[in-house]
């Protein structure tokens, strides 16, 4: 493949296959994408729907997104909460314009988590740390995650990115109030019991095996 063809392509890996294996190369292209596509999804389910599970545990998300079922020990409500976020998130807009402002707002994440890392390697020199990374990994990363920041912005400047910002900004309005402050909405307490006896779930510390 030229330069020119690759820059003029759209679809790199399809114009990789038909230059190697004839018409053939786009069926097995798409079908190595799909099967891409549910690995992806597949890790996601594992990885998102824990991460609400572990945060409601820590008490940063209401107390229901912390239980699992009775029987089959499943994080249930954490699972159907983001499946709902991710309806919500399909729905309205483009793919397209979905995968460019999920990872302009992950990339975000991931830096500021890399840079907390980084500030308590130094802050909490003693803490206990069953895994540990070399220093410049973290930096590495940190570098990585705010070039992929900024440079959709310089590129290609949009009011999405603002909105997209504004979204985590407005997280701490819920933050001081209900985590920090520790304070709950009225009727919450019946909330909780509704969904607990909708969806079959129990807290961890009254599973025998959990």
Same mark, same amino acid.
């Given at each position: 493949?030229?330069? *020119?063809? +690759?820059?003029?392509?759209?679809?790199?890996?399809?114009?990789?296959?038909?230059? &190697?294996?004839?018409? #053939?190369?786009?069926?097995?292209?798409?079908?190595?994408?799909?099967?891409?596509?549910?690995?992806?999804?597949?890790?996601?389910?594992?990885?998102?729907?824990?991460?609400?599970?572990?945060?409601?545990?820590?008490?940063?998300?209401? *107390?229901? +997104?912390?239980?699992?079922?009775?029987?089959?020990?499943?994080?249930?409500?954490? &699972?159907?909460?983001? #499946?709902?976020?991710?309806?919500?998130?399909?729905?309205?807009?483009d793919i397209g314009s979905l995968i460019d402002f999920f990872s302009f707002t992950a990339w975000i994440f991931y830096g500021g988590a890399m840079l907390a890392l980084i500030i308590m390697r130094y802050t909490k020199k003693d803490a206990h740390r069953p895994y540990k990374v070399p220093i410049f990994i973290p930096i590495l990363v940190l570098v990585i995650s705010i070039y992929l920041v900024i440079a959709p912005i310089i590129d290609s400047p949009q009011i999405e990115y603002l909105y997209a910002a504004l979204f985590i900004i407005a997280g701490l309005f819920f933050y001081f109030p209900f985590v920090l402050y520790q304070k709950s909405l009225p009727g919450m307490g019946h909330v909780t019991t509704f969904f607990q006896l909708l969806l079959e779930v129990v807290p961890t510390d009254v599973m025998p095996d959990a």
């Open positions: 493949m030229s330069t *020119d063809e +690759l820059l003029a392509s759209e679809t790199v890996a399809v114009l990789y296959g038909n230059s &190697l294996i004839g018409s #053939a190369g786009e069926m097995l292209m798409i079908l190595a994408v799909t099967l891409s596509t549910f690995g992806s999804g597949n890790g996601s389910c594992f990885t998102a729907g824990r991460l609400c599970f572990v945060a409601a545990r820590e008490g940063h998300m209401v *107390d229901v +997104l912390s239980f699992v079922h009775v029987r089959k020990l499943t994080p249930s409500p954490a &699972l159907l909460f983001n #499946a709902l976020i991710a309806l919500l998130m399909v729905i309205p807009s």
